[in-house]
């Protein structure tokens, strides 16, 4: 027995078949084959429990199996062994339900050659193994993705409490012994404790987005009107402080999303809008720019400072900032969560800005529904 061949287990119950298969096989010398041949699937299924072959050769219309029945039955019962139908049934529909359901390649009798049908076979265990070694590296990597989000939260819990301390102990300086400060150590303590939250809200946005790289659980619909509707709600202080507005062109549609991002992806657009604004009536409006084949894009467009093209790729990142923050409050990072909700969820954000233009951040989501596109 070769030691290097490559044992083939062929389900055929046609012996005329069975015997041309054997033939072309024979005639490839590298790599040898070595076929084990039955006539049924069940035959098949206790073969494979004995020994699992390096490849199965699977024809659709065995006596105890019809279709891609065997072919689930096979996928089930030896999971790591890669499965080439080759059958008569010239049907397209069912070659691609077939690849969709495991199958590693389709091939119909009487098209092919020895030459044609090594290469399949060799290909399909090339292509079974790779995709086992990608499937272990995804476990390993959701794992150590894990791992590292249990260790975020530990260091962020850690790492808050001492902040809160400090912070809270400021305030107690600057309220007890105000008195006894000149004006000087009163700045000190001021710039102590707002340090200490400025630090506090960066350690919750990096547990944030920790969080948000990984995909939702369950993807379910998103009303995303309603979403603005309770951002509108939650910042309507802070608008008549500015005399600024939420304002919504057209009808806003549904997507297949998870709440908690499009929350985050939208109250940070609508929040940098209104933050970074110089004018007097700040406005912060949405639509829907498009409506394509299962996606639909959405716009958020402001009538702030603006943004240089040279920018527009850098400020998705991690605590980029652009501005001093004596001008404008914030850590730098509500764009790196926009943008890490948002593939979260298999969409797209771009933006179009110009200095002292306003600024449109476009939003592609799937679409749970048709929507009407805004004029």
Known sequence: MDTNAINVLL?????????????????????????????????GLDRIAVREPDVVLLDLGLPDAQGLEGLGALERKAVSVPIVVLTGLDDENVAARAVQEGAQDYLLKGQIDSNHLSRA?????????????????LEQLEARNQELESFTYSVSHDLKEPLRTVEAFSQFLLDDYA??????????????G???????????ELLTLSRLGRQPDELLPVDI????????????TALEQKGGSIEVEGELPCVLAD???????????IANGLKFNRSERPVVTLGVRAAGSGTVTL???????????QYHDKIFGVFQR????????????GLAIVKRAVEALAGRVWLDSAPDAGTTFFVMLPRLQEVAVAA
């Not at 076979?121 to 590296?137: F, N, S, V």
């Not at 004006?183 to 102590?192: E, F």
């Not at 009107?225 to 309507?236: L, M, N, P, T, Y």
């Open 121 to 137: 076979i060799r290909y399909a265990i090339e292509r079974k193994q790779t995709d086992e070694a990608l499937h272990r590296t």
């Open 259 to 269: 709440r908690s991002r499009v929350e985050q992806v939208f109250g940070n657009l």
């Open 322 to 333: 652009l501005h001093r923050r004596e001008e404008f409050e914030g850590t730098g990072a």
């Open 179 to 192: 008195g006894q400060l000149d004006a000087q150590g009163k700045d000190y303590l001021v710039r102590m």
């Open 11 to 43: 389900i055929e119950d046609s012996p005329g078949d069975a015997r041309l298969i054997q033939e072309m096989l024979a005639e490839t010398r590298l790599p040898p084959f070595a076929l084990d041949r039955v006539d049924c699937l069940s035959s």
């Open 299 to 309: 716009f958020v467009r402001d009538n702030g400072i603006g943004i240089d093209p």
């Open 194 to 204: 707002k340090a200490s939250g400025r630090l506090k809200q960066m350690i919750e």
């Open 225 to 236: 009107g309603q979403v603005v509707g309770d951002i509108r709600a939650a910042f309507h």
